[in-house]
């Protein structure tokens, strides 16, 4: 099974269990919630997380940008929001113009598939 094929049906089966998309769920979950209330959600806050949102803000990116790129850093890192770390990644997304939230989940999409095709070809 190829990795479009996998993401079709895991696609049907979301979408059959909550009436929406992924896209359309994580949109809506980006929105929503403020990057202070998803920080706090994964229960691993950054030393100074006003400073961290803050400096994201100055960088140009939206809290639903913030709040992908927080996940993004999260799901990759697993062990919290270290500030350079994420400043290093919210730099990088903003030099590649990931500027909207349809951006940050295309390109997290797209970093998913990268690993699950590196990991097959193993």
Known sequence: MTTDELNAKHEIQFNNKTGMTIDEWLLNKYKTITPFELMKAYEVVAKDEETLVKDLHD????????NALLEYVFVCNGKGFVESFVMKIGMNWVENDILTIKKAIEFMKDQDRKKFNESSER
Do not use: A, S
């Not at 960088?59 to 913030?66: P, Q, R």
């Open 59 to 66: 960088l140009g990116l939206h809290n639903e940008v913030i």
